[in-house]
C-alpha cells in the first residue's frame, strides 16, 4: 500500500519545525545554494547566512560575535554548513519544505511505524559540527561521534551524557585531521578513518593514541568491526575492501589485507554480528550534476557475492530516487540502510530476501549519514542536518 500522508496540520508542523534549519535564524531569510543567502557555519557550531555574516563583521571584516553564544570569532574561520547545501540541493530549484519534497518525489512523509519511537536527542548545534560517523560499544553501551569540531571524537554514556572528547585538529599522534568515519571494537577501541592524511587510526576510550596505519591507503573512508575485533574497512579511491588485524590493547598491525577490489567509490560499510556478511555501498559515477546514485552490495562471510540493487533497482520497488549513505545490519541480520533523498531510514531485508522495501523512520530526519545498533536494539541515527544523534527504540 501506498505510504500515510500527513494531513494539513501535520504539515503545517513540519514547515514550521523547519525554520530553524532552512532559514537563516538572524535574518530570517531561507538559505540558498550561492550569494548572500549561502549557509555558513561559525566555529561555535551556530549556522549564518553569508550575509548576516558580513554584516556582522562590519565593512571592514572584523571580528564578529555570534549572536547567540557571543563566541568571538573573524570572518575567515567560517566555512560553507555542507549538510544545509546539500539539503537545499535535495530540495531542488523549486525550493519549497522538506515534506513538500518529498511528496513531488513520492517518499514517505509519515510518521515512523508504531512500536518504535525517538527515545533519545543527543549534539545539536554547537556541540558537534558537521558529522560524519557513529558508531556503539556493545559491551559499555556508550557511542563514538565523529565530526569536525575543535575534538573530533566524542563519546557519549548509554544515558547521553558527553564522556570524553579527543583527537584535535594537527600533526601530532594522537590528533586527526578529518574523521570520515568510527567504529569500536569488541575489546573496546575506537577506530577511525583520517582522509586529512590518508590513514586509521585506533585509540583507547580515554583519547590515548594506540596505532596509526598510514601506508598502502588511497582514501580509506568507511569502517565496521567484526565480533572478532577484526576492521573491515573501505578505501574510496582504491576501490578496494580491506580486512585490517591488529593488537590494539599492545598497538601492533598484524595484517591487514585487500580482501574485494574492482568497486567503485566505496564508502560505508557494515559487518553481521551473527553470519558475518558484509555489505557495502558504492557510489556510482554519473555524467552531469545531480545525477548520481547508489548501489548496495553483500557479501558472504567467505566474499561470496549474494546480491545487490542500485538506485535504479529500487526505483522499481519504490517510487523515489534513493541515495544511501550509510548502512547497518539489525540483530536479525537484516540490511538497514539511511536515504537522504527522502529523509528515511529503510530495511531491505535479509541477504536471502534482498530487497525487499519497509521504512522503519520516515519523520523527523534531515540529513541521514549514519547507522548503528546498540546492544538493546536501540537504532542510532546520525542526522547531518541538524547536527545530532537521534536514538530510536521499541515502545
Known sequence: PPPPRLTAAGMAAEDEAELSLLECRVCFERYGPGGQRRPRNLPCGHVLCRGCVGALGGPEHRRLECPFCRRVCGSAETSDCLPLLQLLEVLGPAGGSV??????????????????????????????????????CRRSGRLAVAHDGK?????????????????ERGDAGNDIKYPLDVTVTSDGHVVVTDGGDRSVKAFDFEGKGVLAVREGFCLPWGLDATPEGEVILTDAEAGALYRLTADFKRGK???????????????????????????????????GPNNGS????????????????????????????????????????????TDVCSQAVICLGKPEEFPIFNPLISHGLSYPVGLTYMANNSLVVLDSGDHSIKIYSST
Open 151 to 167: 575534538k573530533r571524537i566524542h563519546i557519549f554514556g548509554p544515558n547521553g551524557a558527553c564522556l570524553q572528547r579527543f583527537g
Open 253 to 287: 598491525l598484524k595484517k591487514c589485507q585487500m580482501i574485494w577490489s574492482q568497486l567503485i567509490s566505496p564508502r560505508g560499510v557494515a559487518v553481521s554480528q551473527t553470519s558475518g556478511a558484509i555489505v557495502v555501498i558504492e557510489h556510482l559515477k554519473a555524467q
Open 294 to 337: 547508489t548501489r548496495v552490495k553483500i557479501f558472504s562471510a567467505e566474499m561470496d557475492i549474494v546480491g545487490q540493487t542500485d538506485s535504479f533497482g529500487l526505483n522499481l520497488v519504490f517510487p523515489s530516487k534513493i541515495y544511501t549513505t550509510a548502512v547497518a545490519f539489525d540483530k536479525e541480520g537484516r540490511v538497514i540502510v
Open 99 to 136: 515534506c513538500s519534497a518529498l511528496r513531488r518525489r513520492g517518499g514517505a512523509a509519515g510518521p515512523a511505524p508504531a512500536g518504535l519511537g525517538l527515545r533519545l536527542c543527543l549534539g545539536g548545534w554547537g556541540s558537534l559540527i558537521n558529522p560524519t560517523g557513529v558508531a556503539a
